[in-house]
């Protein structure tokens, strides 16, 4: 699916509401594109299980996030490419 830039964060925020019950990772191009979504969908209640994943944060932080992602039967995951290289995310339902 190809959209408009300015239509990007409307049609994730829709899809993300409409798969609540699910596991979602949603890759961004930057940590900062990552930090304005992680933040404005949690202002918004997205999801009670929202978390964001990118190399500015601390190892053993990182690595809580994952285990707390993995853990979780339903979750959406905010991220750079950096979960892109090597980190196994089991049972995920969604890739945006």
Request: charged residues 30%; aromatic residues 14%.
């Amino acid at each position: 699916m190809e959209l408009k830039i300015d239509e990007k964060l409307d049609t994730l925020f829709s899809f993300l509401k409409l798969h609540q019950k699910q596991k979602i990772l949603v890759f961004f191009s930057s940590r900062k594109q990552v930090r304005f979504a992680y933040q404005a969908f949690k202002s918004l209640k997205v999801s009670e299980n929202l978390l964001e994943f990118h190399g500015k944060m601390e190892q053993n932080k990182r690595t809580a996030i994952y285990f707390q992602f993995v853990e979780k039967k339903n979750a959406v995951l905010l991220s750079t490419d950096i979960s892109a290289r090597g980190v196994d995310f089991p049972a995920v339902d969604w890739v945006i």
